[in-house]
């Protein structure tokens, strides 16, 4: 089967720079793409920072709801208070990895209460910086939360009670085979990317998913290969070794692995 892609936003704030979150929606829209987006409850990362507080911000996380895009619960505060790796070891920083149970289960429970009060519903867990570990599951798992957007691998598969759909790219480019996420990061999106990501459009649209539902109906019971977990016990081996080593050039070898 041709690949397909699904297009996360990460980092939905009320602080968020609303120029560029505007043109990437504009963009999704006129493909008709529903992206998952990555929206932090109770933002407190100075990074995150970039436009006045929007006072209307909730109104548009309820509106991008109400046209069909999937909200995440992106932690909690966003604030990076681990130097631990989780699960994924992308980054030896985040919000959650090594933390007590209690303290993760308070900050998932206090952001999902945050989008009840704010009528969104999630299904969906987005960690700040990959950053996550057994404990955060079993914290989720009393939660509302069942698909975990994460992970290294080539197609979306269930496991420790969760389904996972993985997120391998920082940016769509054309693939084989397999389902990919590509993971944009609105607040800092350069020129470029954007003209990139028009242009993948241009001519991809087509296998671009925004129905997670069919997702889990073709893959809510596949179990990753070994070959897909003997890749990801490489790539852990391996990132713990390169710390700079980039997503992208993580799944180029990925690609070639597969
Ligand atoms: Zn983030």
New binding site residues.
Partial sequence: MEARYIVRL??ACATMDRKKWKRIEEILDHYSISPIV?V?PSNQDPQMRIDPEDELFWDRVRAWQAKGWHIAL??FE?RYVTQSRGIIPMNAYGEFSSRPLEEQKEKILQGLAIFAKEGIETKIWVA??HNFDHQTLEALRESSIQIISDGIAHEPYHERGFFWIPCQLSSLIPQKSGLWSACYHPNTIGEKEFEDLERFLSSHSHSVLSDLSSLEGLYGHRKRTLKERFYFYAYFLNRRRQQNQTLQKITSRLRRFL
């Fill in positions: 990460d980092d990555a932090i992106h932690g966003h700040p910086a």
